[in-house]
């Protein structure tokens, strides 16, 4: 059965690649504790990882943000530290506070500047009680799923991104942002998308008003702020946004806020 499949697997090389390819293929040397091909058959559950993975895959994020937290809970991240115990000649400190080991638990948890993200996007609450879990951060991760809706998990996910996406910057383009714009930047993006989602989706038939109101840029010399606000009664916030234009129309300012708490349209404008 092994020269069978050895030899479909020859036939298949040959038609794949040219004849002088498939020979430099064929003839290079096995390593030195190998000295037959053996067919293997892994079983599939040896990998499987016990968790809330069904929660995770329905939280309220883009696939790619849902797609980070599963590679973080399968141990696929290549944190220095992975790449350390993986063989890879590097070093393991933290590239972005250059003091602690960079493993998961410290790059989105227990690092300084991503506790300051997490207070940043609003989701100081949720930082505790994570900070609170014993264990690995699949560990931490999976008792969010388990205790926080679909739309504060894929809030958290967003902010994962934002926080790997910054960790990346710095060490292949030497770009930094502060933990601030991180955290805006994973709030913002996941608003984004949260109400496009929400426009798209079969189960809602609300169409908004079509409006005749047009922006008219203020006099000259003066600022004109624009703002507004969403309520979110099932995950109890609120947002808020301000933005500040020039007598150009050019921007010149700007905040998100979020509040844990479901205030009046009254309020959230104020």
Known sequence: ????????????????????????NMATPLIGSVYEDKLY??????????????????SHAPHKER???????????????RLFER?????????LCEEEVEDDVHTFFTRASALSSWQTVGLSSVMVFAACQQGSATDRVFALCRNEDYETIGRVA???????????DKIWNDNLRTPSQV??????HWSEWFVVHKMRSPDDHYA??????RWE?????????????????????TTMSACFRNSSGEFTAGFTKWQHMVLSTEEGEA
């Open 41 to 58: 058959i892994i079983r599939s559950d040896k990998y499987h990882v016990e968790g809330n993975w069904k929660e995770m895959w329905k």
């Open 208 to 213: 908004p008003p079509l409006s005749t109101d």
């Open 67 to 81: 797609r980070l937290f599963w590679r973080l809970c399968r141990g696929c991240l290549p944190t220095r530290c």
């Open 158 to 168: 967003s902010l994962f991104w934002s926080i790997w996406h910054n960790r990346n």
């Open 217 to 237: 840029k203020p006099r000259l010399e003066w600022l004109k702020c624009n703002v507004d606000a969403a309520f979110f009664v099932d995950s109890g916030g």
């Open 1 to 24: 059965m092994v020269d069978n499949y050895k030899a479909w697997n020859i036939a298949k090389i040959r038609m794949l690649f040219p004849y002088h390819v498939v020979e430099r």
């Open 87 to 95: 063989n890879v000649d590097c070093e393991i400190q933290c590239p």
């Open 183 to 188: 955290g805006r930047d994973a709030f913002d």
